[in-house]
């Protein structure tokens, strides 16, 4: 992996880590990745790596003062190459207690955040629903105040890690705002259905609250402010999608070189035939742009995690819109080799799709995108 920007000694180090963990998963990586519930010896394997720990606050158990986004890029991209099972069990981590290390009680810190390091509670974020998807405001679970504690009713889907996690990040209409909630999975009144098989197998449900009751200590963060923490979570983790699509488009890439070097027509290697070595290169250019524009979004929302959505969203937005060229002409330069079911490169194709659609689809994105342009511009002008 050559990277764009200069790195410190700890985040080679990470790196490394993530490549000793990625060559104890390959021998089951296709296995995991076809499935659409939680793959046990996956799941082992990066508890025993201690690779969570990158995901809450080193006062909980963690590697560093605070979640860096930096560090969560590069251990996705390593991940992503190998595993999209792996990269989504340990995104999952901080994408579902991110939350928690930034507005929870000391008291919520300290029961959650050490277990989340371990690996040994599996954390989710509970905010889609069947009507709500990228417009959040149009959510339908309320929570209500009465005798008994705080009543939570509704529903939610598309959930990750659903029916696995220990708990969930759940986002609620509470009057006129929205407030955040974390709800443990065992907790009367929560229900678990699996969700819709996908294209790209991930382990998804659906969550139904039936008058699920609550204690007030189960409030993240103060009442009506869910949106401030829900958007810092994005922010951070949108990029951290970047740096999985990183990490697609460089398999993707292998496999293609190697195809292209080893197979011959017309008397020479296909990557010697001008058509081919286009789309190569092509690729080459996409996935360097990419990767670029990731880690140096990644490494200002180290220093500014509420104020880096913008950018975060742009490099989303990039890298996966990027994934899908280059798995698509990857899969070209190789041919009827490109279609076999159960290949890599099949597998990456199926698992770029869904990039551009979930922590924000990329039409919702360009919106807020363009807005931030006119806005820069105005303020140039």
């Known amino acids: 992996m050559s990277l764009p920007i200069e790195i410190s000694a700890e985040h080679e180090e990470i790196i490394e880590e993530c490549r000793l963990l990625s060559e104890k998963v390959a021998p089951f990586a296709m296995e995991a990745d076809e499935s659409s519930v939680m793959h046990e010896p996956t799941l082992a394997a990066l508890r025993s790596s201690g690779l969570s720990s990158l995901m809450v606050p080193a006062a909980y158990g963690g590697r560093f003062d605070q979640v860096d986004p930096l560090a969560v890029c590069l251990a996705r991209e390593v991940f992503m190459k190998t595993s999209s099972h792996l990269d989504s069990v340990f995104a999952l981590q901080g994408i579902g207690s991110y939350a928690i290390s930034r ?29 709500a998807g990228s417009d959040l405001k149009g959510i339908t679970t309320t929570v209500e105040a009465t005798k008994t504690g705080l009543i939570l009713k509704g529903a939610k889907s598309f959930i990750s890690n659903a029916g696995s996690a220990s708990f969930y990040t759940t986002l609620a209409k509470e009057g006129e705002g929205y407030s955040l909630f974390l709800v443990p999975a065992d907790v009367a009144g929560l229900n678990v259905e699996p969700s819709p098989e996908l294209i790209a197998p991930h382990v998804l449900g659906e969550l139904t609250f039936d008058n ?24 951070v983790f949108r990029i951290s999608v970047a740096g999985a699509a990183v990490g697609l488009m460089q398999g993707a890439i292998e496999e293609a070189v190697r195809h292209c070097q080893s197979r ?29 524009l990731t880690y140096q979004t990644a490494a200002m929302a180290a220093a500014d995690p ?18 899908t060229r280059v798995v698509d002409r990857c899969v070209q330069t190789m041919g009827r080799w490109g279609l076999i079911r159960g290949s890599k490169i099949e597998k990456y194709y199926r698992q770029a799709r869904p990039m551009r659609i979930y922590e924000g689809a990329s039409e919702v994105l360009r919106l807020g995108i363009a807005s931030r342009l006119v806005k820069e511009v105005g303020d140039g002008a």
Not at 116 to 131: N, Q, R, S
């Open 103 to 131: 507005a929870g009680t000391e008291s919520q810190k300290e029961e959650w955040l050490p277990a989340v390091a371990k690996g040994d509670a599996l954390a989710a974020l509970a905010l889609t629903e069947p009507i």
């Open 212 to 235: 699920v009751i609550l204690s007030e200590s189960s409030r993240l963060g103060e009442p009506g402010a869910a949106f401030r923490h829900v958007l810092a979570t994005l922010s």
């Open 264 to 292: 011959e027509q017309f008397g020479r290697p296909l990557v010697k035939h001008g058509p081919v070595a286009t789309l190569l290169a092509d690729s080459w250019s996409d996935l360097e742009s990419a990767r670029l």
């Open 306 to 323: 509420e104020g880096n959505l913008d950018r975060s969203s742009l490099a989303k937005l990039t890298a996966t819109e990027a994934a």
